[in-house]
């Protein structure tokens, strides 16, 4: 069991940067591979990024390859996400998901979801 809480959302202009935070309470934190999932209004929630268990590997959506980073600190229990260069169809609601197994690009494939923290990019 593991719990997740989402910060560091709020209203930037484009080209600006955030960093997302989730924050993990948790027995074992580095046994989960952790995700980052954001949803549009209007859409479907789709894949952003995600590490594995040591932050060894990871994986973007091509949307943001090139402009986001995800990294963790198992010490601090958190995962983080850089975004950089935001554009407006960055906008959505992020969320952390975590799981007990290698990092995988599909909601379905995690366990224990943050309840989220908006991001929005404007023009």
């Known amino acids: 069991q593991v719990q997740l809480v989402e910060s560091g959302g709020g209203l930037v202009q484009a080209g600006g940067s955030l960093r997302l935070s989730c924050a993990a309470s948790?027995?074992?934190?580095?046994?989960?591979?952790v995700g980052w999932f954001r949803q549009a209004p209007g859409k479907e929630r789709e894949f952003v990024a995600a590490i594995s268990r040591s932050g060894s590997n990871t994986d973007y959506a091509d949307s943001v390859k090139g402009r986001f980073t995800i990294s963790r600190d198992n010490a601090k229990n958190t995962v983080y996400l850089q975004m950089n260069s935001l554009i407006p169809e960055d906008t959505a609601v992020y969320y952390c998901a975590a799981r007990n197994y290698a990092l995988a690009t599909m909601p379905l494939g995690y366990d224990y979801w943050g309840q989220g923290t908006q991001v929005t990019v404007s023009s």
């Open positions: 948790g027995r074992t934190f580095s046994r989960y591979a």
